[in-house]
């Protein structure tokens, strides 16, 4: 049996299942969240714990069992403690800020990057170089984290760009000179 999938998800006070059609839908204090799985995978709420269970042994289907686990997992830490991704803008005379829910990135580039979230993620900026995006959906965060990534991807000689908090960037040699 998968290692993931038999792990029971624990739901915490406050916290709302409901299972109908193969969709569950999970209802916290930072907002709801829905996600159709397989039905070869069997969902129920047992004793304050959801419990997964898959039909046969096939791969795909113990893959899904995995898969699926994670994700309720994931939804109901969303609604409960919310997800952020930090990144950092570094570079001469890059930086960010806010106008009122919209981020404003120079960065290099001959006009300034405007960004808008989407329903659900909040942008933040502590500092001139950094930006954090906040939300209840992992899978929004991410995307959004990467999408203010993708707008100028950290060149490898000097470091300049945007980058993750947790990521390393591995800078090149630059050229020599010839004997």
Do not use: W
Not at 24 to 39: A, H, N
Not at 83 to 97: D, H, P, W
């Amino acid at each position: 049996m998968s290692r993931i999938g038999r792990m029971p998800v624990a739901i915490p006070q406050g916290v709302e299942i409901k299972i109908e059609n193969h969709v569950i839908t999970v209802k916290g204090p930072k907002g709801t969240l829905s996600q159709k799985f397989g039905k070869d995978i069997e969902v129920k709420v047992e004793n304050n714990e959801v419990i997964l269970t898959r039909a046969s042994e096939q791969k795909d289907i113990r893959a899904q069992h995995g898969l699926y686990r994670a994700l309720i997992n994931n939804m109901v830490t969303g609604v409960t403690k919310g997800f952020e991704k930090a990144l950092v803008i570094n570079g001469v005379g890059y930086k960010a800020q806010m106008q009122g829910k919209k981020l404003v990135l120079n960065i290099g580039y001959s006009h300034p990057i405007e960004i808008d979230p989407p329903e659900g993620i909040t942008l933040e900026c502590p500092s001139l170089t950094e930006v954090v995006v906040k939300g209840f959906d992992k899978t929004v965060v991410g995307q959004v984290a990467a999408n203010i990534r993708a707008k100028r991807v950290v060149e490898p000689y000097h470091g300049y760009g945007i980058r993750y908090k947790d990521e390393t960037v591995v800078i090149k040699e630059g050229k020599t000179a010839g004997k």
